[in-house]
Structures are given as structure tokens and as C-alpha cells.
Nanobody
Framework: QVQLVESGGGLVQPGGSLRLSCAASGRFISITAMAWHRQAPGKERELVAGIDNIGVTNYADSVKGRFTISRDNRKNTVYLQMNSLNVEDTAVYYC???????????????WGQGTQVTVSS
């Protein structure tokens, strides 16, 4: 199985920055795509940013130019640098990874427990 542990959430003022981290551990052969999703109260979970195993990235329109996703494959860790935060970014942020745990087993999705990001003055 794959365990994902997020860190770095917290309370920040509008215009501020936070950096989220998500480390993958456990028994797996490979991790392909990693991503950050978020879910605000009363809203559906949405993709924020994704990155594949060769560094190709994609972003939600609402965060383009403000957020940057990156990963360290040696550490099986994905990061989300969030700048120019606004109140609409308030949500629980979830790390996601697609991983293969054994040869011949299809890729499966794994999720972290989530970390709260609150943007408020």
C-alpha cells in the first residue's frame, strides 16, 4: 500500500504564501502522476495542479500564475508552492498519487488525509 502524508497547511493572510508537501511511503514499485486537489466547504473536490513523472504540469485556471507544483522523485515527494493567496483558496488540500504496488497490478489512486489551508485577515 501507499501512504501519503501532507504537511504545510495553516492560516495565512490574503496575499501571503504557503508551501505544502506530500511524502509517499510504503510498498510500491513506481509512482506516476502526483497531484493536489482541494475541497472547500459545500463544494466538490477539484483538481488544483498535477505533475507527471517527467515533470509535465497542469493547473486549474484559478491558480495559474500563483501556484507551482514540483516533485522530488528521489524522495517520492510532491510540493505545492502557493503565492498570492486569497480567501477563495481556503479549503482542505489533498495529495493524490497514482502508484503501482506490484508488477502486473494496474495503477491505483491513493489519497492523503488532507491539510487545511485558511486564508483570512
Amino acid at each position: 500500500q501507499v501512504q501519503l502524508v501532507e504537511s504545510g497547511g495553516g492560516l495565512v493572510q490574503p496575499g501571503g504564501s504557503l508551501r505544502l508537501s506530500c511524502a509517499a511511503s510504503g510498498r510500491f514499485i513506481s509512482i506516476t502522476a502526483m497531484a493536489w486537489h482541494r475541497q472547500a466547504p459545500g463544494k466538490e473536490r477539484e483538481l488544483v495542479a498535477g505533475i507527471d513523472n517527467i515533470g509535465v504540469t497542469n493547473y486549474a485556471d484559478s491558480v495559474k500564475g500563483r501556484f507551482t507544483i514540483s516533485r522530488d522523485n528521489r524522495k517520492n515527494t510532491v510540493y505545492l508552492q502557493m503565492n498570492s493567496l486569497n480567501v477563495e483558496d481556503t479549503a482542505v488540500y489533498y495529495c493524490n498519487a497514482r502508484a503501482r504496488i506490484r508488477p502486473g497490478i494496474p495503477l491505483n489512486n491513493y489519497w492523503g488525509q488532507g491539510t487545511q489551508v485558511t486564508v483570512s485577515s
